[in-house]
């Protein structure tokens, strides 16, 4: 497994992803009382690794902070032997998810009816190989809007954000080293086909996000962990197609036209992909189409 330790700054350690299974990083953040983690993996040997890892560093995890419920953020919950810390609707989703069953069979045909997505059956699969006995506790704490934690001289906001990606998105960000964890939050809804981001969660979202004076931002699948240009480039990007794509008679060709203009250069790809990924959205709210009701 390609999976290395790494230290962000003098409180923060994390492990890298991993893409083959869509295991996301694993951070611990440690103050001079106590160590919050941020998510508890796609496993009970994903989690176990990253504790293995901070044993060796002298670090021993009191709580866990759930960015969202999606499998691969929660299914090490257990393992983790710490009080865990949900959003309100992170531990709603959970408890529903407790009643699901994880075996090939029903994986299969909650892909067949549409309550799971291929991509995440197959990681399932993957991951968890044969024995896949998932223990889904029920979070410990359950906050609303936001928490604030003292881990001693270090200080964490925990913030329910929202956006398309998952409606109970959480970020957490590190006061002192003005880091921001922000999970998924960023990335589009992928449970829906085709695969979109809608303009007014997204404009709610990067409000949200704009609180934060961030310096260093982590996503929870890149390896690569953005500097604070790069990810005000990113809120940028996402705020400015946001605004074209509310008036509803602006085509893509013209909102790629008008955006291009706005940064006087050409597109990248990236840039065209995340303008079709809100054409997508604005096409099904037209439509009325309602999201499908998604397993993970
Ligand atoms: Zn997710």
Request: charged residues 25%; aromatic residues 8%; negative net charge.
């Amino acid at each position: 497994m390609m999976q290395i330790m790494q230290q962000l700054s003098s409180h923060i350690h994390y492990l890298t992803p991993y893409q083959e299974t869509d295991r996301p990083i694993l951070a611990a953040i440690t103050g001079t009382r106590s160590t919050l983690l941020v998510d508890a993996g796609n496993s009970s040997a994903h989690i176990q690794f990253f504790i293995d890892q901070l044993v060796k560093l002298d670090i021993s995890p009191r709580w866990v902070v759930l960015t969202h419920w999606h499998w691969d953020h929660v299914f090490g919950m257990n393992q983790a032997n710490t009080t865990i810390i949900a959003q309100t609707l992170t531990t709603e989703y959970i408890r529903r998810m407790q009643k699901w069953t994880w075996n090939d069979e029903s994986l299969d045909q909650r892909v067949a009816e549409g309550t799971e997505i291929e991509f995440c059956s197959s990681a399932i699969k993957k991951e968890l190989g044969d024995e896949r006995d998932i223990i889904l506790p029920t979070p410990d704490i359950t906050f609303e809007r936001k928490l604030e934690l003292d881990l001693g001289r270090v200080h964490c906001v925990i913030e329910h954000v929202g956006g398309d990606h998952s409606d109970d998105s959480t970020v957490v960000y590190v006061e002192e080293d003005k880091v921001l964890f922000v999970g998924d939050a960023l990335y589009p809804n992928i449970h829906v086909e085709p695969h979109e981001y809608t303009a007014e969660a997204t404009l709610q979202l990067v409000d949200m996000l704009r609180q934060y004076d961030a310096e260093t931002v982590v996503l929870s699948h890149h390896a690569d962990i953005w500097d604070g240009a790069r990810y005000q480039q990113e809120l940028n990007l996402l705020e400015q197609i946001a605004r074209l794509v509310q008036e509803p008679d602006l085509e893509e060709q013209a909102i790629a036209k008008q955006l291009a203009q706005h940064y006087g250069r050409e597109l990248d790809d990236y840039e065209r992909e995340t303008i079709t990924l809100f054409i997508n959205g604005r096409r099904r709210q037209q439509n009325r189409e309602p999201v499908t009701e998604s397993g993970i």
